[in-house]
């Protein structure tokens, strides 16, 4: 529970809401993060890597907000509309009880309608009397581009070099400064409705009345219950794990089939701390392991659309130092994602750089191949054969992989401190091989399999003769060291090892000896394995689902089933996660994270099968 405020002269703790305090609305185009006062302070438009428009949440000042409360003290809830990703603010007062409806169409096909990018506010006081204030300012550009306001009494129209919008309201709107806003008051019964559109050359202002915002709002709803019926989960978590699936839903580009990592830059790892990115890429491990994900749901339609942007746009290129493919790709396929900090953004709670484009696009990490060719092979078992032109970029895929697995590399996490021969990478590369023997033979395909298995054997003894630590009696982070890391939970999870192994069982052990803190899991110790970033970070959410799954795999039910439970309650109001989660229960990073969520549908599916 929340208390609204409009006070700009409060310290940061008060300018900003927690992470956790936002739901997230979208169109499968771009999203809005709404706090739980009910102000939109997240929204890039017209796609999720456009420049926000609405940016408060990472400077509260310049970054402009879409306000919307009650004017008098209240306390806030949060939750969805049931089954949906309608997203429900009710404000509690003295005087009554009133509720603001946000959502955003979804529109199926391309056109006038799809560019319009409607976002619709739908105030109602469903009990006694409440006064209602709104605020619409935006700044485009992340707040570096002005724009003008054009006013009549239920529209405005905001302008700026790039990019235009247009407000609609069945309240009258005022002008202040170059910005917009209404007081009005709601009796029960009464309701009042703003609709932001995007404007353009086939896309011109659209009064939003009641009635059509009241169709809006189902036919909203309906196209996301029609869209969750086809989950095939019944186990005892269907709430969370549906949540999740419709979160990563969420994150998915219509246009192209692309999954986001994250639809936000730059919410820090840690406050004060240099670790803050920009996650509005398509990561090819992230978005492969979300593939799988929603495979496991019976969303066939995610995947397919996923292996179409593969196919067009992730195939065998130029040979880069990074390798035939990038980590990452724009949502459209561009491989040009630069990155350059905002100094004008003082960042979340002056956690400062803000940074948009990413550098670590240029890395090499070579788990990304296992990742991808393991989404492929799932895909061809599990929803439709791939094609010839598919399989032929795989065994170029895999060709490369032989070749070049013992190279050192950057790493599953981006790590800024030098290339290391890290155990995960390799694992991957076992991984990538291992999968695509396994559809060669299946189906017949045609395959240099004798040396794909010298290859992938060859992986499989380097690990156990250099990944594994006498001393610590433990698979290590790199050859070499004596450092932990948690992503060696994934060498049960793709089959590399039998969960109930000696050498694993004391592994998991160590692990939980030192990454783990009630259940939460680190990826590492970076005083340990110094990885080139200023500043410390929370657990990381993905480690703490993976460990679930290990705990599963290793016969540790009873363990595992509370290790989950712990989980869930760290979750925020609606069943959302960011990256990591502080020492202090608070969420951390960017949010919500795909990778967290995908993880959790895993964790649940294999827990429930375990559990009976």
């Known amino acids: 529970m929340t208390e609204t405020s409009f006070d700009r002269d409060a310290p940061d703790g008060a300018r900003y809401l927690p992470i956790s305090e936002h739901g997230l609305i979208g169109d499968l185009r771009s999203v809005a993060l709404v706090?739980?006062?009910?102000?939109?302070?997240?929204?890039c438009c017209p796609s999720f890597d456009a420049p926000s428009v609405f940016g408060s949440i990472l400077d509260a000042d310049r970054g402009g907000s879409f306000e919307l409360a009650a004017t008098v003290p209240a306390r806030t809830k949060q939750f969805y509309f049931p089954d949906t990703n309608v997203l429900i603010t009710r404000f509690f007062t003295e005087d009554g009880v009133g509720e603001v409806q946000d959502f955003m169409p979804v529109t199926g096909e391309p056109g006038a309608e799809a560019e319009r990018h409607r976002l619709i506010r739908r105030v109602l006081c469903v009990r006694g009397s409440i006064p209602f204030r709104t605020r619409v300012a935006p700044?485009?550009?992340?707040?570096?581009?002005?724009?003008?306001?054009?006013?009549?009494?239920?529209m405005a129209v905001f302008e700026s070099a790039k990019l235009s919008l247009g407000l609609t309201a069945t309240v009258p709107l005022e002008a202040h400064g170059q910005d917009a806003q209404a007081e009005f008051k709601l009796a029960e019964g009464e309701s009042a409705v703003f609709a932001l559109d995007q404007l353009g050359s086939r896309v011109t202002p659209?009064?939003?009345?009641?009635?059509?915002?009241?169709?809006?709002?189902?036919?909203?709803?309906?196209?996301?219950?029609?869209?969750l019926s086809a989950s095939k989960y019944r186990g005892r978590w269907r709430e969370m794990v549906h949540r999740s699936a419709l979160t990563l839903k969420l994150l998915t580009y219509a246009p192209t089939g692309a999954i986001v990592a994250a639809p936000t830059t730059s919410l820090p790892e840690q406050l004060g701390g240099g670790r803050n990115w920009d996650y509005r890429y398509v990561w090819v491990r992230d978005a492969a392991f979300g593939v799988y994900a929603l495979l496991r749901l019976g969303f066939s339609g995610e995947a397919e659309a996923f292996m179409k942007f593969v196919t067009r746009h992730i195939s065998?290129?130029?040979?880069?130092?990074?390798?035939?493919?990038?980590?990452?790709?724009?949502?459209?396929?561009?491989?040009?994602?630069?990155?350059?900090e905002l100094p004008h953004l003082e960042g979340y709670e002056g956690s400062a750089p803000v940074r948009i484009g990413n550098a670590a696009a240029d890395q090499l990490q070579l788990d990304i191949y296992g990742a991808l060719i393991d989404s492929i092979y799932l895909y061809d078992k599990w929803a439709e054969p791939i094609s010839s032109e598919q399989w032929d970029d795989v065994c170029?895929?895999?060709?490369?992989?032989?070749?070049?697995?013992?190279?050192?590399?950057?790493?599953?996490?981006?790590?800024?401190?030098?290339?290391k021969n890290f155990l995960y990478s390799q694992l991957m590369c076992w991984v990538a091989i291992e999968r695509a023997i396994r559809m060669a033979r299946r189906r017949g395909l045609p395959a240099d399999l004798i040396h794909w298995q010298k290859s992938r054997d060859s992986i499989y003894r380097r690990i156990h003769n250099r990944g594994w630590s006498e001393t610590r009696q433990a698979f290590v982070q790199h050859e070499g060291s004596e450092v932990l890391d948690a992503a060696v939970l994934m060498m049960p999870l793709s089959k590399f090892i039998a969960p109930t192994d000696p050498k694993w069982?004391?592994?998991?052990?160590?692990?939980?000896?030192?990454?783990?803190?009630?259940?939460?899991?680190?990826?590492?110790?970076?005083?340990?394995s110094p990885d080139g970033l200023?500043?410390?970070?929370?657990?990381?959410?993905?480690?703490?689902?993976?460990?679930?799954?290990?705990?599963?795999?290793?016969?540790?039910?009873?363990?595992?089933?509370?290790?989950?439970?712990?989980?869930?309650?760290?979750?925020?109001?609606?069943?959302?996660y960011a990256e990591e989660i502080s020492h202090t229960?608070?969420?951390?990073?960017n949010f919500p994270q795909a990778f967290t969520h995908l993880a959790l549908i895993s964790a649940a599916f294999n827990l429930d099968r375990a559990l009976g």
């Not at 009241?214 to 036919?219: I, P, S, V």
Request: with cysteine; glycine share 10%; charged share 25%.
């Open 35 to 43: 706090g739980s006062n009910g102000t939109i302070d997240w929204y």
């Open 139 to 154: 700044r485009f550009d992340y707040g570096a581009a002005p724009h003008t306001l054009r006013l009549t009494e239920d």
């Open 206 to 227: 659209r009064r939003c009345a009641h009635l059509e915002a009241e169709e809006q709002f189902a036919a909203t709803v309906a196209y996301w219950r029609r869209w």
């Open 316 to 340: 065998p290129g130029d040979g880069k130092p990074s390798g035939p493919l990038q980590i990452m790709y724009g949502i459209d396929g561009r491989t040009d994602l630069a990155e350059r």
């Open 396 to 419: 170029a895929l895999v060709h490369w992989v032989c070749e070049h697995w013992d190279q050192p590399d950057e790493g599953i996490w981006e790590t800024r401190g030098g290339r």
């Open 505 to 528: 069982l004391s592994t998991l052990d160590a692990l939980t000896q030192d990454l783990v803190s009630d259940s939460l899991v680190y990826r590492y110790d970076p005083q340990a």
């Open 534 to 576: 200023q500043g410390d970070e929370g657990t990381f959410s993905i480690c703490s689902f993976w460990y679930v799954e290990a705990m599963v795999h290793a016969g540790r039910v009873d363990e595992a089933r509370l290790a989950f439970e712990k989980m869930l309650t760290y979750a925020n109001h609606l069943g959302l």
């Open 585 to 589: 229960g608070e969420q951390q990073g």
